[in-house]
Every structure is written in structure tokens, then in C-alpha cells.
């Protein structure tokens, strides 16, 4: 299974730097609407200073939950579980692991309803 920690590895190296630059941006929102009195809730020129922030705000969310799912897999490759499905057993394709590095279940129990909350 080095393949799949050398994979899992490149993954949180990946996901770490693009936090890191979500985190900057998030920064940057803050910091633009920090003494500004300008009304942005109705700016004529689109998007909000207000959504963008929000925006990135949902990114880095989603980019630590990512880093804590590659954490939980390599937990399982050390503990040797890693590459079975958590809810049938079975082993998990390695095109789908190739695909998904993180991924808990089969592709089979993925897409059943029992599956579902494993995906």
C-alpha cells in the first residue's frame, strides 16, 4: 500500500497548500470590508465583498473536512482497514480508491441507501 500513502500524502500536500491559499483570500475579504463604510449588500457591479468572503469561507470548510477524511485514511492504512468498505467489507476497487483516495465504501454501498451517510 505505499502507493496509496505516497498518493494520500500528495493529496494533504495538495489540500494544505490550497487551504493555505483559501485562508489568504479569506484574509484579503476581511480585511477589505474591515473599515469600509461602503454599502456592498447592493453593489450595481455583481458579487458582494459580503458573498465572496462567504464563499471562501464554505472552501476552507470544505478543504479542512478533506485534510480530517485523508487523516481518517491514512489512519486506516495503518491499521490495515484501509481499502475496505465500512459498510459491506468488502474490498474497495482500487480505481475507485485511485479516483477517491479517501473513500470509506465500495461503490456499490456508495450509491445504496445503507451507504450513503459512508460515502
Excluded at 38 to 48: L, N, S, V
Excluded at 55 to 80: F, P, S
Excluded at 97 to 109: D, H, I, N, Y
Amino acid at each position: 500500500m505505499t502507493g496509496a500513502r505516497s498518493r494520500l500524502e500528495d493529496e494533504r500536500r495538495r489540500t494544505e497548500q490550497h487551504l493555505a491559499a483559501l485562508r489568504g483570500d479569506y484574509r484579503g475579504f476581511v480585511e477589505a470590508s474591515k473599515d469600509s463604510n461602503a454599502d456592498d449588500e447592493h453593489d450595481p457591479e455583481g458579487a458582494t465583498i459580503a458573498f465572496e468572503r462567504s464563499q471562501v469561507g464554505a472552501l476552507v470548510r470544505q478543504a479542512e473536512q478533506h485534510l480530517d477524511a485523508i487523516a481518517a485514511a491514512l489512519g486506516r492504512l495503518d491499521a490495515g482497514t484501509y481499502g475496505t468498505c465500512a459498510v459491506c467489507g468488502r474490498p474497495i476497487p482500487a480505481a475507485r480508491l485511485e479516483v477517491r483516495p479517501t473513500a470509506t465504501t465500495c461503490v456499490g454501498c456508495a450509491t445504496s441507501a445503507a451507504g450513503s451517510a459512508h460515502r
